[in-house]
């Protein structure tokens, strides 16, 4: 049996505990790297949806969205707005209880709603906007249940 001196032996074993998480930052890395390979034609990284040019779209939220941890899924549509620019966001849905969260250039929350002012579960978001960039409307279904068609719409708000 080999004897080790002390500071061979004191390096051996702090080497062990920093090669446990070099091995799971390993294995990290390769399942990150393995989820964004290509499927098909697609690829599952995170890849939101340009709102259309017409600021509206009819659209279906399910369970091939983004899972949100609380058991439902949510939809991403983004859209550039400007400072001091006024907008309202409309989404409605006669088949889910929405949620509309519009998500600030850094991934803040910038703003919420859950049931808009006209006694619905339908969602309704006013907001000005203080930076230019490019924002997030994040389309959910209240305590993460439910799913289906919904109507979002954008609508920038002009002085008279």
């Known amino acids: 049996m080999r004897m080790f001196p002390i500071k061979e032996m004191l390096r051996s074993k702090l080497a ?4 446990i998480p070099t091995a799971l930052l390993s294995i990290s890395l390769s399942t990150a790297i393995a989820s964004a390979q290509t499927v098909g ?3 599952s990284m995170y890849n939101p949806i340009q709102l259309p040019a017409s600021d509206e779209v009819t659209d279906v939220l399910s369970e091939k969205d983004i899972p949100t941890g609380f058991g439902g899924f949510a939809r991403d549509y983004v859209i550039n707005l400007e400072e001091g620019d006024y907008i309202v966001i409309d989404l409605i849905s006669d088949e889910f209880d929405t949620i ?3 998500l600030a250039p850094d991934g803040s929350t910038f703003g ?3 049931d808009g002012p006209d006694g619905t579960t339908n969602s309704m978001l006013f907001a000005r906007i203080t930076e230019s ?4 409307m994040r389309v959910t279904p209240y305590a993460g249940q439910g799913s ?6 954008l609508t920038r708000l002009r002085p008279i």
């Open 100 to 102: 509309i969260t519009l």
């Open 112 to 114: 919420e709603n859950d």
């Open 133 to 136: 960039g490019r924002y997030i």
């Open 41 to 43: 034609s697609q690829t």
């Open 148 to 153: 289906g068609t919904f109507n979002l719409k």
């Open 16 to 19: 062990l505990p920093l090669a």
